[in-house]
């Protein structure tokens, strides 16, 4: 591999979220070590398995994000026929090639672009999983605190009371303060 997808690993490997392994072609978990050279061995050890994805896992064992190793093997190698003496076929060969390079070049574009949006995709994935860690520790927050409102002398008052104050709470928590638009007073 050249130093150049060396690198690219290296930096995807140290993007926040900081991965805590990585696992490559879905099979072989690699710890990744807690010493200032962490990157360039966990990039070693990935370049000597030879892999063709790694995904970077969390705490948990949850995929993080993906990276997908370059293939140089795979690039078709440009057409090398003896150069036709007729115009027309000359016309032809050179517009054939120029096609091929234009096509190898959306392929790459649209690769490129189906990665980012992998990317993006993973990271609304983690977002949208810690949103709903939090409304389930809202929720439970919520039924602890009705357990504890259990009032013989007046349920109604004092239950309404601290409800209503909760329930403020939990919606500033998850939908954020309200702001009044214009006009409101």
Known sequence: MGRAVISGLRRWLKTPPMPVAVRCDG??????????????????SVSALGCGVIEALDDDGTVIRVFRMPDTEDKPSLQKEEWPSNDTAQIAQAITAACDRAASRHENAY?????????????????????????????????????????DENPEGTADALMTGLMSAVAAKVVGPVVPGNGAK
């Open 27 to 44: 099979k072989t978990v690699i710890r990744i070590p807690n010493h200032s050279s962490r990157w360039a061995e966990t990039e070693n």
């Open 111 to 151: 690769r490129m672009a189906f990665d980012r949006l992998s990317d993006m995709y993973n990271a609304q994935a983690l977002r949208l999983e810690e949103a709903y860690r939090r409304v389930v520790r809202l929720e439970t927050a919520l039924i602890k605190a009705q357990a504890y409102v259990v009032d």
